[in-house]
Every structure is written in C-alpha cells, then in structure tokens.
C-alpha cells in the first residue's frame, strides 16, 4: 500500500514538472547537435573577444637593438594567439550552463544559456520546450571540445582574418556542420546576400 501512495506521488511529481518547464523527449540527431553547439561556440567565442579591451597590450617578444638595449614587442592582446589559444581552451567550459530545446514556433532545436548576460534567468527559455537529456547535457561540452580539437587552427585563422560573419563563416560554410544559414543576428537583406554568395 505504501509503495503504491510513493508511486502515485512520484508520478505526480514527474507529470507536474514536465507540465511545467514543457520537456520534449524527442530524440536530438548528432549531426543537428553538432551545428547548434558550432554555433554556440562561435557565438561564446565572439563574447569573449568583444569583452577585451582593445588598448590592451601584451608582450609578445623581445629583441637587443643596436645599443644593445632589450625592446620588447607589443601586440594589442586581442591579436595575440597565446590569449586566443586560452579563449578556446576556456569556452567549452561555458557550455556548462546551457540546456538543449527545441522552439515551439518551429520545433527546431537549439541550446541556450540558462543564465543571460545580466545575471538573471534567460528570458528565452519560455520560448523552448527544453529537451530532456540522459547525460544532464554533458554532450554539448564534450562536442564543443571536438570541433575545437579538430579545427583549432582553422578557427584561429577565421578570427585572425576578422571575417564579419564568422558564425555561418565557420559552422555552415567551411565546417559544413550547418545545413542552413544562421539568421539569429541578421535582417532579411543581409540573408538574402549571404544565400547568393553560395
């Protein structure tokens, strides 16, 4: 009797928080999960960067001028590969923080970050159906780490290069992880030259 009232309890449980955070259990198809975490990655990667003061400087070397004085060379440290190599080693690690989802205008999947830039709650998370996951979304670190293992000069060249859209550069034109062009940022102009240039 007791073990039935503890399962009629549990299932109670279960129901109302599925209810409530809207779950999807459909099944996440790797190569979809490939490009939203490129994307992901890019886009955290992207943060990084813009939060870097550019008038920062940091010593890249050093040489004996003809009086035999040491000079040492300096690069602003956004230019620097040294600090870019730990940009990349770092940004899986924000991944941490992000659930997979799948929108409920169009069913299309996505991760997104439980915490927005502000500190609070993200308010995007209303507009998913969060995906429940067995590995608690350990999958999306462990992706990111791949793509960055596998192309980590290629991306370094990417944003050496300062391409303007590094997103679609890197996850659909070049990695071909992403079968369609990202819009999240862009007005229809922008989308309709970028579809032409393919």
Avoid: W
């Amino acid at each position: 009797m007791r073990l039935n009232i503890f399962m009629v309890i549990l299932l109670f449980f279960v129901v109302a928080i599925n209810a409530q955070y809207d779950f999807d259990t459909s099944e996440v198809h790797a190569d979809e999960l490939k490009c939203v975490v490129c994307r992901a990655t890019v886009k955290e990667i992207e943060n990084a960067l813009a939060q870097i003061d550019p008038s920062r400087q940091i010593e890249v070397g050093s040489r004996i001028d003809v009086h035999g004085n040491m000079v040492n060379k300096k690069v602003p440290i956004i230019e620097s590969e040294t600090h870019f190599s730990e940009i990349l080693e770092n940004v899986c690690a924000k991944l941490d923080d992000y659930v997979r989802g799948r929108y409920k205008s169009n069913k299309k999947l996505t991760i997104l970050n439980l915490i927005s830039p502000s500190g609070g709650m993200n308010p995007d998370v209303g507009k998913v159906n969060i995906v429940q996951d067995s590995d608690l979304n350990k999958s999306l670190r462990f992706t990111c780490e791949e793509i960055i293992d596998d192309n980590e000069d290629y991306i370094t060249s990417i944003f050496k290069k300062g391409s303007s859209d590094t997103v679609n550069h890197i996850c659909t034109r070049s990695l071909s992880l992403c079968e369609d062009l990202d819009t999240d940022d862009k007005d229809g102009d922008d989308y309709e030259d970028a579809k032409d240039e393919l």
